[in-house]
């Protein structure tokens, strides 16, 4: 029973492809930070592989040669100076150069490249990121406001102005321009999610009260849908909380944003009547109210004075 759970748990583990993003190694392929991900993941996998084949060959190794045989009597030894010195500077050595390899390549994975030549023309008017240093080298990026609420994630298009009611905003559906690169700002407006899209970067933290940043630019040619979601359990409907950018082409998404822009100016023009005849509705309400109150108020005095004639008839 206990190696069939066992073997049931380690099946499990394996077989989760969803949980560990790909067979061995994190996603990539859809932008640029990803692709180095992956490549700084592989490179570190690769000198771990070595290392495990050179102990786990040297295990066997001692086990097999030193092995005890009948009558044989072991050496007894107090240590190996040179061994312990070569061993321990030997693991200095290879974290030390991993490190150099790690920091060399997190700048590329951090900092935002610049979009390409023929990616989507940024107007100047456009809100970029907030912070410079958040920004491509030539500073020109297409901003996102990503927030997370249970169980939904919204995403607006800051435009120059200072009025977020008529910025264009979506939800779960991120829709992008391939060969540009975008910079997101990361919040959440209840409890504590975490952006993730696997094949275009690493994860992100939404928390409330703070702001996180990431980026990705997805290239020309690799138009599609790109599939997440929520990375922190966040609620019962956790698993629910999905997460897709849609990359476009430029040309296409122009036309996209124009037709968000025009059902969003529709919709507020009939808000706005929606609102002016509801003033009117109030106001014929009102009207009606007052003139029934001018004709019931007469009645009502002279219903009194009756009343009151006749109490006095009474007395006398």
């Not at 049931?8 to 583990?13: D, E, Q």
């Not at 690769?46 to 097999?64: H, M």
Request: aromatic residues 8%.
């Amino acid at each position: 029973m206990t190696s069939a759970i066992a073997l049931a748990i380690g099946l499990t583990l394996v077989t989760a492809g969803p949980a560990s993003a790909s067979f061995w190694a994190p996603q990539h392929g859809g932008s640029p930070n990803a692709d180095r991900i992956h490549t700084l993941y592989a490179v570190v996998f690769g000198v771990g592989v070595v290392i495990f084949i050179a102990v786990f060959g040297a295990l066997v190794y001692a086990i097999v040669k030193f092995r005890a045989r009948p009558g044989a009597v072991a050496e007894q030894l107090h240590g190996n100076t040179r061994l312990e010195i070569g061993w321990t500077a030997g693991a200095a050595g290879i974290v030390l150069v991993l490190g150099i390899v790690t920091f060399l390549m997190l700048p590329g994975i951090r900092n935002p490249d610049n979009s390409d030549a023929d990616g989507w023309a940024i107007p100047a008017g456009y809100q970029t990121a907030k912070d410079k240093e958040l920004l491509p080298k030539d500073g020109k990026s297409l901003n996102i406001d990503v927030n997370g609420q249970q169980y939904a994630w919204r995403f607006t298009y800051p435009d120059a102005d200072q009025d977020r009611q008529n910025n264009v905003q979506a939800y779960e559906e991120m829709v992008v321009p391939t060969g540009t690169t975008v910079t997101l700002d990361i919040r959440s407006s209840d409890v504590g999610h975490a952006w993730w899209i696997p094949k275009l970067g690493g994860k992100a933290d939404a928390l409330p009260g703070y702001t996180n940043h990431t980026w990705f630019k997805i290239p020309r040619g690799k138009e599609g849908t790109y599939v997440g979601q929520c990375a922190e359990l966040c609620g019962r409907n956790h698993a629910n909380m999905t997460a897709r950018v849609r990359a476009v082409t430029p040309d296409e998404f122009t036309q996209w944003l124009a037709g968000q822009k025009q059902s969003l100016a529709q919709a507020g023009v009939a808000a706005q009547q929606f609102r002016d005849q509801q003033a009117k509705n109030d106001a014929a309400a009102a009207a009606a109210q007052a003139a029934e109150n001018e004709t019931t108020t007469p009645e009502a005095s002279t219903s009194s004075t009756d009343a009151e004639s006749a109490a006095g008839a009474a007395q006398r």
